[in-house]
């Protein structure tokens, strides 16, 4: 059992034991390393590692209820190496008739082929990402997404960010283990991550062999266009252009297939809104990695590289923010999406609650495109349907560099260094 009293506490324990408190099991999705098990474990009395037990696959064919049996909260490790404890499990819950029997943990999600009933009425699910800045003590929160949907107005923060300080957690990203890694070391860390990935997990995740240097290949490519919307002909033409290597468009739909069910990537939907306006929205999606780090680490830069190429720098730092927007806005009931039109209008980002209130962000790296930011963010406001569309709570620019404020105009800019949940 890990040391609690060590324990960083994370934005999503609330509703961590929120949904305990509801149902019989809570099934806690996320990519490998990024803190899973260990909040599981503050908050568990049990443990059982079905990756680790050596015991667990002749159980699970002789006698599966042994599995189950411990101390509750009983956290289920790695519960996708034993798909069948799914069923089990659901069972047990209905046995016993309480809550907060059981937690399940996993890096992955099970091929749907597998069979498994509905956990309707008995599992509740959370999902959790890498650090954020606020987790990670990099941002006070004082501008808090909460604050932001009552249309809070900034008293000036300056809490401005060195550019070399961004680049550096570019570099290190969000994962629990490397909080106190430099990033020359954090930056071996991840490319180990981003191999494995390649050589071991692409092909166990669905025990399909895939070929490792087409892996490495994709992950290149989703990681030029990190935070931008790329079909997926262009990514296969990439791919191509770079070891002339064929790789068909069905084979690409199966890694991104796999890459998602490993949580690897986590992309970025349109919002489906109404407009006054002649241009069409466009659909498609923007590609991230789920840690920012991982596209750094998966084009083998460093430090000099990204200082020395600040506009790619800036979709990085965007891919960056968008995550740290998700776990904001998951405390907040609330989803993150982007605007993007035919006539070349675009917003970096909009956090929806599931009432409806809204909020805009723009995001940018320095202070030098602020007014340009300004100018599409007011211009995305005047062309809504406002018989359609609630007024935004708030319109905001987000900022690596820059300190906080309200402008004259009411839109906020806002230091990353101050944003939180």
């Given at each position: 059992m890990d040391n609690k009293s060590n324990y960083i506490s994370r934005l999503t324990d609330e509703e961590l034991l929120r949904k305990l408190d509801v149902s019989g099991a809570l099934l806690i999705r996320g990519m490998k390393a990024c803190g899973k098990t260990v909040s599981a474990k503050q908050f568990s009395n049990s443990i059982l590692q079905l990756d680790q037990d050596e015991q667990v696959p002749l159980l699970i064919e002789t006698a599966p209820q042994r599995l189950l049996i411990g101390k509750t909260p009983r956290l289920i490790d790695e519960w996708q190496e034993q798909p069948k404890i799914w069923n089990y499990i659901r069972h047990e819950v209905d046995n016993r008739q309480d809550v907060a029997q059981f937690i399940l943990t996993g890096s992955a999600n099970p091929e749907e082929n597998t069979k498994m009933h509905s956990g309707a009425g008995r599992f509740t699910i959370l999902d959790m990402r890498t650090m954020?800045?606020?987790?990670?003590?990099?941002?006070?929160?004082?501008?808090?997404?909460?604050?932001?949907?009552?249309?809070?107005?900034?008293?000036?923060?300056?809490?401005?960010?060195?550019?070399?300080?961004?680049?550096?957690?570019?570099?290190?990203?969000?994962?629990?283990?490397?909080?106190?890694?430099?990033?020359?070391?954090?930056?071996?860390?991840?490319?180990?991550?981003?191999?494995?990935?390649?050589?071991?997990?692409?092909?166990?995740?669905?025990?399909?062999?895939?070929?490792?240097?087409?892996?490495?290949?994709?992950?290149?490519?989703?990681?030029?266009?990190?935070?931008?919307?790329?079909?997926?002909?262009?990514?296969?033409?990439?791919?191509?252009?770079?070891?002339?290597?064929?790789?068909?468009?069905?084979?690409?739909?199966?890694?991104?297939?796999?890459?998602?069910?490993?949580?690897?990537?986590?992309?970025?939907?349109?919002?489906?809104?109404?407009?006054?306006?002649?241009?069409?929205?466009?659909?498609?999606?923007?590609?991230?990695?789920?840690?920012?780090?991982?596209?750094?680490?998966?084009?083998?830069?460093?430090?000099?590289?990204?200082?020395?190429?600040?506009?790619?720098?800036?979709?990085?730092?965007?891919?960056?923010?968008?995550?740290?927007?998700?776990?904001?806005?998951?405390?907040?009931?609330?989803?993150v999406f982007h605007y993007h039109d035919s006539s070349g209008l675009e917003v970096d980002a909009i956090v929806q609650k599931n009432s409806g209130e809204w909020c805009a962000f723009e995001i940018k790296l320095g202070v030098g495109q602020i007014e340009e930011a300004a100018a599409s963010l007011k211009k995305f406001a005047s062309i809504l349907d406002k018989d359609s569309v609630q007024a935004p709570k708030s319109l905001n620019i987000i900022t690596g560099t820059g300190i906080s404020y309200t402008r004259n105009d009411g839109i906020n800019v806002i230091s990353m260094a101050s944003l939180g949940a």
């Open positions: 954020s800045w606020q987790e990670l003590g990099f941002s006070t929160g004082k501008m808090s997404l909460k604050h932001l949907f009552e249309g809070a107005k900034i008293v000036c923060f300056d809490e401005p960010t060195e550019l070399e300080f961004i680049v550096e957690r570019l570099i290190i990203g969000g994962f629990p283990a490397l909080m106190k890694k430099s990033w020359k070391q954090a930056s071996d860390m991840n490319r180990a991550y981003v191999d494995l990935l390649a050589e071991v997990d692409m092909s166990r995740v669905s025990s399909i062999k895939r070929d490792p240097q087409k892996v490495r290949n994709l992950l290149r490519s989703l990681a030029r266009n990190t935070a931008k919307m790329v079909e997926t002909t262009t990514l296969a033409s990439d791919i191509r252009a770079k070891d002339f290597m064929e790789i068909s468009r069905p084979s690409i739909y199966d890694y991104l297939d796999a890459l998602d069910r490993l949580m690897i990537t986590e992309n970025q939907p349109a919002w489906n809104t109404h407009i006054r306006s002649s241009s069409s929205m466009r659909k498609s999606s923007k590609r991230h990695f789920s840690d920012v780090s991982l596209a750094v680490a998966a084009l083998g830069l460093n430090k000099d590289a990204l200082l020395k190429d600040l506009k790619f720098t800036g979709f990085l730092f965007e891919s960056m923010v968008t995550h740290d927007l998700r776990v904001y806005a998951q405390v907040n009931d609330a989803k």
